[in-house]
């Protein structure tokens, strides 16, 4: 097909969805451009979508990434084309004709939520069925009360959540073994119920404290001394961050936030939040919970 390779044509293709792709296919679609966005892994997102926290304010990836990936889906200048590798660029700065390679899907783009059940059940990738496995026995300490927890929700609509968290209420962290228990009473995977038990930071699946205190460490409550708050914690306690005290009283957490950037810096011991806290408020705080341990 002839064409004229003089012709300027007014559409953009930015290569790579990652932080630096989405933003420069916002920056050159606000400025009225066309612009195909263009990923060969399943989703936009990049290598940041895959971290927790950002340098040096430890702010959490998502929260820099959610509002451009929310910005990208409703511009009406900007398509998305994710599964895609380039094959050949022929033309000229102006005029450039690419040629794509579009890898299958399987699933109908316009109506997938993304909830992952078409993985756990696809039929080309579980050709081999697991062996069925000996019935899962509960520790002593724990049978009565998740037998009690999973028989009240399993039946009900959308049973894991409540489950996970009623669970986590009672004994304050998820043990592995109930955690396969519940994957055998309700049919989640086990892996999904990991997921789910390792995304939420209300959730632990390591033994915590009775009070467990969360420090948060924000951007607000950073610049505002948080990390001198969390030394002067850890020398009460005498436990790092992450870690719990031997007599199982304290949890010291660091959170990226808490919701109250007014009172920074803030600090959160089970349901109560201290706001404005200096480092002679510490010992303060921690004796309140010394007289109900």
Do not use: W
């Not at 398509?79 to 004709?97: C, H, Q, S, Y």
Request: aromatic residues 6%; proline residues 5%; contains cysteine.
């Amino acid at each position: 097909m002839n064409r004229d390779q003089s012709r300027k044509v007014g559409s953009a293709m930015v290569v790579g969805g990652g932080i630096a792709g989405m933003q420069a296919a916002l920056d050159l679609a606000e400025s009225g451009i066309k612009v195909y966005l263009i990923d060969n892994k399943p989703a936009i997102g990049g290598v940041m979508s895959q971290l927790d926290k950002t340098f040096p304010t430890n702010d959490c990836a998502m929260c820099i990434m959610a509002p451009r990936l929310v910005a990208i889906g409703r511009h009406k200048d900007i398509e998305v084309i994710t599964l895609a590798d380039i094959e050949k660029i022929d033309g000229g700065p102006g005029n450039f004709r690419i040629t794509l390679n579009k890898k299958a899907r399987y699933v109908d783009e316009a109506t997938c939520t993304g909830c992952g059940t078409c993985v756990s059940n696809c039929p080309t990738s579980n050709r081999v069925q697991p062996v069925q496995k000996e019935k899962i026995e509960l520790q002593p300490e724990f049978k009565e009360k998740v037998i009690e927890i999973v028989e009240s929700n399993k039946n009900r609509d959308g049973p894991l959540m409540p489950i996970l968290q009623q669970i986590n209420s009672a004994f304050n962290y998820l043990p592995e073994n109930t955690l396969n228990y519940i994957s055998q009473e309700t049919g989640y995977p086990l892996a999904h119920i990991l997921r789910i038990a390792t995304f939420y930071s209300a959730f632990s699946i390591v033994p915590r404290g009775k009070h467990i205190v969360n420090v948060c460490m924000g951007t607000t409550c950073y610049v505002r001394g948080s990390e001198r708050l969390m030394e002067r914690f850890s020398d009460l306690l005498k436990v790092k961050p992450e870690e719990t005290t031997p007599d199982m009283m304290y949890t010291l957490k660091g959170v990226r936030c808490i919701g109250c950037c007014g009172l920074a810096p803030a600090v959160m011991v089970g349901d109560t939040v201290f706001g404005k806290v200096t480092i002679k408020d510490v010992p303060d705080i921690l004796s309140k919970y010394k007289k109900t341990a």
